[in-house]
RNA sequence: GGGCGUUUAGCUCAGUGGUAGAGCGUUCCGUUCACAUCGGAAAGGUCGCAGGUCCGAUCCCUGCAACGCCCACCA
């Protein structure tokens, strides 16, 4: 042995002789006879990184919670399968290429035409991908890279055409003209998730729109902090019960706004709030989401006034000069002219949150416009018979118990997400993605998996939303619609999956999406627990990022410390679903924790009977003391005592429990209280005191380690290795 | 506005109905004998505040406060 513990060469050698013996793949496991056939089966998704760029530190942290628990599960002899793969990650690939493209040649997508950005982006986005393999691979990964699968791949778009088209004949997917959430720095729309509020202050008028024909002014004064989208008005709503407004109600009047002509009914609703502002709200119907609802109850029509590029275009008022004005300028310009009329009433600051994108930051500007969309309150029959909406589908599968989710207290933020959920709107006007699979010809529609017969159908050119796929994966991953025997084999031994490990900020944007998908499309639960991570931060509690620069590279930290120190670094001090603070300290300190446990086993095998000089000679420790008697010891009671507590911690996702036990264990009871006092032995005692030591230490340690290996594979294997020349401790019984 | 969570030693966090623990940090001592990437020891906390239940609460209940997170169509 070596006296120092080269942990590179180590991980490097390690990780090769893991991949070569293929043991992360379940069928080469009965294959060889470490797992039986009729095994109970674990199985588990890796949430596929995106192919945007690089591993981080979060990736890690998912990657060795996920590790453990297949690592334990497959020494458990179970038949052991974690799915690897990779997200196209539609908007984020898209717009990342687009950057780069503007930076180095100055050119739009647009100048590139659809085909040749599409090639660009594919390229980037495999040299992303292999990259992120080989980074996962050095963080001690036992996944099974045979089946590693990717969500824009052939078997991948198979399974999302024919999700399409099974959603769309239950009456689940459907074409609707609506106000969206309109982003017009990426130009598409995107869903009520992907909306990320900011608190700002705006500015709040309190105004009359202006004079009617009979001189008078305008009866109502309205208040609101975008007077520029007044000129699309078409009612002004009070709330029912407002004796002031009563009079009101059901009259409609001709009024010119700032040289826009409007017709204005007055109409009562329950969503407007009495005691906000004049309690009188102007309804503009075609750039507000709320209003849009009320024009529906109240059947008004619907007057665009901005356009997508969110600039005014007034159809009422040609002639404006408004018109082609950004919404900004027009505000400015309508407050002056409302002031210079006398008739703004009140100005006021207040705090307003603002809808922005949360991938380009634009403000959302909320515009009419004809999208796809998945019901949520659909009743509809479900491949297992049962008829209901998916927001009962997916609320009854973790109410009745068919997932479990950890820390329980997240099932009640899912509950109440989706009591505000609404249609999912699933088509974005990019290019990067799944194309939908509709085709058009003249007024004919056709949606099916793969084109029409026939000359002059033209595909939608829009794509899906990256989380269509993505909540498919489940089954997706296993080849789903299965064609194949292996696809066949593997849905029925795999799905649903024992467990998905997950970060959770994604707890909507993926795991609800998973729940809806699976309920839908195969009247199954996708996975029967769902485990929620934390957020990495760093020491201060900030989130780790590139522009603040105190983030902590993993592989940089595994080069320089191991893998192994990075793991157990990400694993204790954290529980799930809280943050975890992490500083270079604590991963040197587990570095530390390595050369320690490599020093006891070179402690170990110094005193190795027939072997002080350090040769492997035949391990006769053990078969010389007698194994009862090793057995009987306190010391191997309190070991064994240790093993229970480590798999009721594991049992319960306290993997931060197991692991800070089972470094005190090894550090400050085996090696501080145990070996210091055996060593008396080792050096005075008889032959047989000496190997009676020796085994009881030996014992302790490899049985210690053992239990170790999922949070420390590398430097356990290698130790492994040397007492147990032959047998790989990744597939010994736990 | 609605929901969720956190509050224990300087820092990061465990924990239990019976007058508190770990790691790191600090201080002191030691160490040619597996390991200075080491060993031993010490200092340090009225367990956020106020009530309640109990023989007894840091732990259970109620209220409050501070901090944090998520959601949201009061314009």
Redesign the pocket.
């Given at each position: 042995m070596e006296?120092?513990?080269d942990i590179k060469e180590v991980e490097t050698r390690i990780a090769k002789a893991w991949d070569d013996a293929g043991y992360a793949n379940p069928d080469v496991c009965v294959e060889k006879g470490v797992a039986k056939k009729d095994a109970e089966v674990f199985s588990m998704i890796l949430p596929p990184p995106n192919v945007t760029g690089e591993l981080h530190i979060g990736h890690a942290a998912m990657l060795v919670i996920e590790d453990i628990l297949a690592r334990r599960n497959r020494m458990q002899g179970k038949r052991t399968l974690w799915v690897p793969g990779a997200d196209h990650a539609a908007i984020a690939t898209q717009s990342k290429v687009e950057k780069l493209l503007q930076k180095e040649e100055k050119k739009s997508r647009h100048d590139l035409g659809r085909e040749e950005f599409l090639r660009r982006v594919n390229d980037y986005a495999r040299k992303s991908h292999d990259f992120i393999v080989t980074q996962v691979k050095r963080m001690g990964a036992s996944l099974d890279w045979s089946r590693e699968a990717y969500t824009l791949d052939d078997t991948r778009e198979r399974a999302v055409r024919t999700a399409f088209k099974k959603l769309h004949d239950l009456g689940l997917i459907y074409r609707g003209d609506r106000v969206v959430n309109w982003d017009p720095k990426g130009q598409t729309v995107i869903s009520?998730?992907e909306?990320?509020?900011e608190?700002r202050t705006?500015m709040?008028y309190t105004f009359r729109y202006g004079t009617l024909a009979d001189g008078t002014p305008f009866p109502i004064a309205?208040?609101?902090?975008?007077p520029e989208?007044k000129v699309g008005d078409t009612a002004v709503?009070v709330h029912p019960s407002d004796a002031r407004y009563r009079d009101f109600v059901g009259k409609e009047y001709d009024v010119v706004f700032c040289g826009v002509p409007l017709h204005l009914r007055v109409i009562a609703d329950e969503?407007?709030?009495?005691?906000?502002?004049?309690?009188?709200?102007?309804v503009?119907p075609a750039h507000?989401?709320?209003?849009w609802?009320m024009a529906q109850r109240h059947r008004l029509p619907l007057v665009p006034v901005i356009d997508e590029r969110a600039r005014m275009a007034i159809a009422a008022a040609p002639g404006s000069p408004l018109n082609g004005m950004k919404t900004a300028e027009a505000r400015e310009r309508i407050v002056e002219e409302l002031r210079a009329a006398g008739l703004i009433e009140k100005e006021e600051e207040?705090?307003?949150?603002v809808?922005t994108a949360e991938r380009t930051g634009a403000i959302i500007e909320p515009l009419p416009k004809l999208q796809w969309f998945i019901a949520v309150d659909k009743a509809f029959t479900d491949p297992a018979g049962r008829t209901a909406t998916l927001k009962e589908h997916m609320r009854d599968a973790v109410r009745g118990g068919g997932i479990k989710i950890v820390?329980a207290?997240?099932e009640?933020?899912y509950?109440?997400?989706i009591d505000?959920l609404?249609d999912w709107c699933i088509s974005r006007q990019i290019w990067f993605g799944h194309r939908i699979p509709v085709w058009y010809r003249g007024a004919e529609t056709f949606v099916g998996a793969a084109a029409p017969a026939g000359e002059g159908w033209k595909q939608d050119p829009d794509t899906l939303d990256t989380w269509f796929s993505s909540g498919l994966w489940p089954f997706s991953v296993f080849g789903w619609p299965p064609q194949t025997e292996k696809e066949k084999g593997d849905l029925a031994a795999y799905f649903p999956n024992t467990i998905l490990e997950t970060g959770?900020?994604i707890?909507?944007f993926w795991v609800a999406r998973m729940i809806l998908m699976s309920s839908a499309l195969t009247g199954q639960v996708p996975f029967r627990t769902v485990y929620l991570h934390g957020l990495v931060?760093d020491?201060?509690?900030q989130k780790m990022s590139k522009s603040k620069g105190n983030g902590i590279d993993p592989l940089e930290m595994a080069d320089k410390y191991g893998a192994d120190a990075t793991r157990l670094s990400l694993v204790i001090?954290?529980?799930a679903?809280?943050?975890?603070?992490l500083s270079e300290?604590?991963i040197?300190?587990y570095?530390?924790?390595?050369?320690?446990l490599?020093?006891?086993a070179?402690?170990l095998e110094?005193?190795r009977p027939g072997g002080a000089d350090g040769t492997h000679g035949i391990v006769g420790a053990a078969a010389v003391a007698d194994a009862e008697k090793i057995a009987a010891r306190d010391e191997a009671k309190a070991l064994a005592a240790l093993k229970r507590e480590v798999d009721a911690h594991l049992d319960a996702f306290?993997f931060?429990?197991a692991g800070?036990k089972l470094y005190?264990y090894l550090?400050?009871t085996l090696?501080?209280?145990v070996?210091?006092a055996e060593?008396k032995n080792l050096?005075e005692g008889t032959a047989e005191e000496k190997a009676e030591s020796y085994a009881l230490l030996e014992h302790l340690f490899l049985d210690a380690i053992a239990l170790l290996h999922p949070f420390m594979p590398f430097i356990t294997e290698e130790i492994w290795g040397i007492f147990r020349p032959g047998r790989m401790l990744m597939v010994e019984p736990w």
């Open positions: 006296s120092r513990y009520d998730d909306v990320v509020h608190e705006a709040l309205i208040s609101t902090t975008r989208t709503a969503a407007v709030e009495k005691d906000f502002g004049t309690g009188a709200l102007g503009t507000s989401a709320i209003d609802e207040v705090p307003q949150s809808a820390p207290h997240f009640k933020i509950f109440n997400w505000h609404h959770y900020d707890l909507f931060r020491a201060k509690g001090g954290t529980s679903g809280n943050d975890l603070k300290d604590r040197r300190g570095r530390n924790f390595s050369t320690k490599w020093n006891i070179r402690f110094m005193n306290e931060h429990l800070e005190h550090w400050h090696a501080d209280v070996v210091e060593k050096r």
